[in-house]
Structure formats: structure tokens, C-alpha cells
């Protein structure tokens, strides 16, 4: 007598089938129109002169890791020194609420310093500052459906929560508002979307949550070489994080610049919105109609990225 098969052994055999009979008939996903990536850099009020550069340095080296993830650089916008003061922000971040289309996507990074008074955080800048409830009200305001805000100031994590929604993930480089300390976070975040370190499944695509965990971990490492204690513990919040690109490299830049790749990558995103769906219906849905479901999805995604492998093939040959 066989040995009988697990759930998961069963979808895996299933889903193989299934793959094979898609890709026998050559079945491709419908086009979709593609989405665009934003980006807004915001370096704040340094205080002094090393801040202040170290700020700028590092909002510039973000802004370059995102013109390459959007393969054009009038969706990046950098705002630092003089330019990052109250009204600039305000005016940008509305601008992206007239404009963004539902199916774009904006990442917004800030960096320098915040302060917490156990009410209110703020994010320090040349002249007044902005409050949490202000910023919060402008990303809500924000039509794109993926949203990630990236808070690497102190006192930051007394915002990740109040800023988070369905479609947002939030990334605070405190743990509360209560670590108040200049943030070590923001030259990890570099690092991460700057080069490949942090691509651990080396797809040549860095996702908002590799970049947190390298980041996080680095942050820890830095301060345990230092023989000294830790004043900042990063936080994430949010459940798309592990689809969120920040940053892309070798192959995958080449869905900046070529309409059929970036489609693609468009419609692979939706398709991890869908299979996530499935999961969080899982308690809902009848054990088989569940399994149905998520073959279907996983069907899908496997035929996507064998096109997305054969363009990448062909684009490359073209260099």
C-alpha cells in the first residue's frame, strides 16, 4: 500500500501538473496597463554641519537606488537643506494625491531627526516641523494602493502604528518613541537598496522586508562591535513588505527601461496580492475549495515568471 501524501505534498503535485498543462498551451495572464513607482526623499533639520551632510549624502544615495527602481527620474523627488521645510513637504505630498493612480506605488523616506513628547512625534525640519497627525493625514490621502513610508529618525517608532493601514507598510528605525537617540538606521537602508547585499533570494530585486532585515541586522551588529548598548531597535509594520521592491539590479533593471518587462512585473505583484488574499481566506474556505484556490493562484504566478525569465533572456541578449 502507498504511503499516503500530506496536504502539501498533494497541492505540490497538483500545481506541477497543473503548470505543465498551462505552459503545454502556452496560456499567458491578461495585459494590464502598468503601474508607475514614486518616490519621496525627505532629509530634515541636521542641527549640525556633519548631520546635515551626512543627511543629504544619504537622501541623495537613496533618491539614486530609486530612479533605477523606476527607471525615470522625474517620479523621484529629493528634498533636503533649505528645500525640506514644511510647505515643500505638504505641497509634494499633495501633489502626489492629485496625481498617483490607484495601481502606482510611492515610498516615502525620511531622514534626520524626530522628537516625541509623549503626545506627539515630530519630524524636525528648517522651521516649523511636522507633526505625526499632519503627516498622517497626507499619506492617507494618497491614492496609490501600495505605500511604503520608511521613518529612520529617532523617536520614530511612535508613529508606526498610528501611520499604518491595509495598504501601507510602515518601517520605524525605533522600537517607540522613547529612543531618542541620533539613528543609526538610514546608512544601513543605503546599503540595502545601493547594492545586492541585502537581495537574499538573489532575484536582483530588494524587497521592502529584505531591506528592514539587513538594515535591522546591521544596526545590531554595529552596536555589538562597538561593545556598547543598543538605543534603537527598528520596527515593521505592515503585511505587503515582503512585495514592496526598493530596489532592483542586473536583470531586473531592465523592467525600467522595456514596456513588455515592467507589464509583467506589474501583473506578478497583483498576483501576489491575490495569493495572499487566498491565505487570509483560508479559515473561511473549505479545506478543498482553500487548496483549489491557491493552486489556481500558484498556477498563475509560476506561468508569470517563466515569461518574466524568457524576456530577461531576451533583453540580455540584445546587450
Given at each position: 500500500m502507498a504511503p499516503a501524501l500530506d496536504v502539501g505534498e498533494i497541492v505540490?503535485?497538483?500545481?506541477?501538473?497543473?503548470?505543465?498543462?498551462?505552459?503545454?498551451?502556452?496560456?499567458?495572464?491578461?495585459?494590464?496597463?502598468?503601474?508607475?513607482?514614486?518616490?519621496?526623499?525627505?532629509?530634515?533639520?541636521?542641527?549640525?554641519?556633519?548631520y546635515e551632510q551626512r543627511f543629504r549624502d544619504q537622501a541623495n544615495a537613496v533618491a539614486q537606488a530609486a530612479e533605477k527602481l523606476t527607471g525615470d527620474k522625474s517620479r523621484v523627488t529629493v528634498l533636503s537643506g533649505d528645500k525640506a521645510d514644511r510647505d515643500s513637504v505638504r505641497k509634494q505630498l499633495r501633489s502626489y494625491a492629485a496625481s498617483l493612480q490607484r495601481d502606482d506605488q510611492i515610498m516615502v523616506v525620511l531622514i534626520g531627526h524626530g522628537s516625541f513628547d509623549g503626545e506627539e512625534y515630530r519630524f524636525n525640519l528648517p522651521g516649523p516641523d511636522l507633526t505625526s497627525s499632519e503627516l498622517g493625514s497626507l499619506f492617507d490621502q494618497l491614492p496609490a494602493r501600495d505605500q511604503l513610508i520608511?521613518?529612520?529618525?529617532?523617536?520614530?517608532?511612535?508613529?508606526?502604528?498610528?501611520?499604518?493601514?491595509?495598504?501601507r507598510v510602515v518601517i520605524a528605525s525605533t522600537k517607540s518613541g522613547g529612543e531618542r537617540t541620533a539613528t543609526r538606521f538610514a546608512q544601513y537602508w543605503v546599503?540595502?537598496?545601493?547594492?545586492?547585499?541585502?537581495?537574499?533570494?538573489?532575484?536582483?530585486?530588494?524587497?521592502?522586508?529584505?531591506?528592514?532585515?539587513?538594515?535591522?541586522?546591521?544596526?545590531?551588529?554595529?552596536?555589538?562591535?562597538?561593545?556598547?548598548?543598543?538605543?534603537?531597535?527598528?520596527?515593521?509594520?505592515?503585511?505587503?513588505?515582503?512585495?514592496?521592491?526598493?530596489?532592483?539590479?542586473?536583470?531586473?533593471?531592465?523592467?525600467?527601461?522595456?514596456?513588455?518587462?515592467?507589464?509583467?512585473?506589474?501583473?506578478?505583484?497583483g498576483v501576489e496580492r491575490d495569493l495572499e488574499a487566498v491565505k487570509e481566506r483560508k479559515a473561511a474556505l473549505q479545506s478543498d475549495a482553500y487548496y483549489d484556490e491557491l493552486e489556481g493562484v500558484l498556477v498563475r504566478l509560476a506561468t508569470l515568471q517563466k515569461q518574466i525569465d524568457a524576456r530577461q533572456t531576451v533583453l540580455g541578449r540584445k546587450q
Open positions: 505540490i503535485a497538483r500545481t506541477h501538473k497543473a503548470l505543465a498543462c498551462a505552459l503545454a498551451l502556452g496560456l499567458t495572464l491578461p495585459a494590464i496597463a502598468s503601474a508607475a513607482s514614486y518616490a519621496l526623499i525627505v532629509a530634515g533639520l541636521g542641527g549640525e554641519k556633519q520608511v521613518n529612520s529618525t529617532s523617536a520614530s517608532g511612535a508613529v508606526a502604528e498610528r501611520w499604518s493601514r491595509d495598504n546599503e540595502a537598496v545601493s547594492t545586492s547585499a541585502a537581495d537574499t533570494n538573489r532575484d536582483d530585486v530588494v524587497t521592502a522586508a529584505e531591506a528592514y532585515e539587513f538594515a535591522n541586522r546591521k544596526v545590531a551588529e554595529s552596536f555589538k562591535a562597538d561593545v556598547s548598548l543598543a538605543t534603537e531597535h527598528a520596527r515593521l509594520e505592515g503585511k505587503t513588505a515582503a512585495r514592496f521592491q526598493v530596489a532592483r539590479f542586473g536583470n531586473a533593471i531592465l523592467a525600467t527601461s522595456d514596456d513588455q518587462l515592467s507589464t509583467l512585473y506589474t501583473q506578478r505583484a
